[in-house]
């Protein structure tokens, strides 16, 4: 790995790591979902069994269900936004809309190294407000990204890390994954590096270079 790759995946992972301190929750914003019409496959078979199992140890220590099996309303929504750091790392953040209300909430391991401790923390309220966030997030493809592995994205990183949302709005449950997106040349890589962005923006989240 080249020293401005290796720069590249390590700013991110802080960016992953690190969170502000809380402060409370939004309950104005009741904007809606339009989901896709269109079928997304399931290129997901190869790196999806692995990564939800090293999730799953992870998410039950801070007591959080399976987005994939949770009950949710109609009208009810929830993303997440991991970073796939492994064997080390997994960490991300999560926004949902439950009964009308918004909040988020960052997932991080206390140690760089696994087994580790994993802290829950309530990120707050978006500084642009729900509705703004939610309407930029959808406006880049965080519904409608197909997997990397169906589209042309290519990096020639041996390792690394990878960026995998998972989505569920209107009871319809979707993920998809970027290996290396930060220097995949593909609009789709761009987008997905875009919302990691907005979303650390958004939250005050701090980075250690910019």
């Known amino acids: 790995m080249t020293k401005i790759t290796l720069l590249i995946v390590i700013v991110t992972t802080t960016v992953l790591c690190s969170w502000i301190s809380p402060v409370r929750r939004s309950r104005t914003a009741t904007i809606d979902v339009i989901l896709p019409s269109m079928s ?30 949770a009950t949710l309303r109609e009208k009810d929504l929830e993303m997440r936004f991991w970073y796939d750091g492994r064997p080390y790392a997994i960490n991300g953040f999560v926004i949902h809309r439950l009964n009308g209300r918004w909040s988020a909430i960052g997932i991080r391991q206390v140690s760089d190294e696994w087994p580790s401790a994993v802290k829950r923390d309530d990120l707050g309220q978006p500084k642009s407000g729900w509705d703004v966030l939610w309407t930029r997030l959808v406006a880049l493809g965080l519904l409608t990204l197909p997997d990397g592995s169906a589209t ?19 009871r319809t449950y979707r993920t998809y994954r970027y290996g290396n997106p930060q220097v995949a040349d593909c609009d789709e890589a ?21």
């Open 190 to 210: 761009k987008r997905i590096v875009s919302i990691e962005g907005i979303i650390a923006d958004e939250f005050r989240l701090r980075r250690s270079q910019k």
């Open 40 to 69: 997304f496959g399931n290129d997901h078979k190869e790196w999806k069994p692995s990564f939800f199992s090293a999730l799953e140890e992870r998410i039950k220590r801070v007591k959080l269900l399976n987005l994939e099996s």
């Open 152 to 170: 042309k994205c290519k990096t020639e990183v041996l390792d690394g890390g990878a960026f995998v949302v998972e989505t569920k709005t209107r």
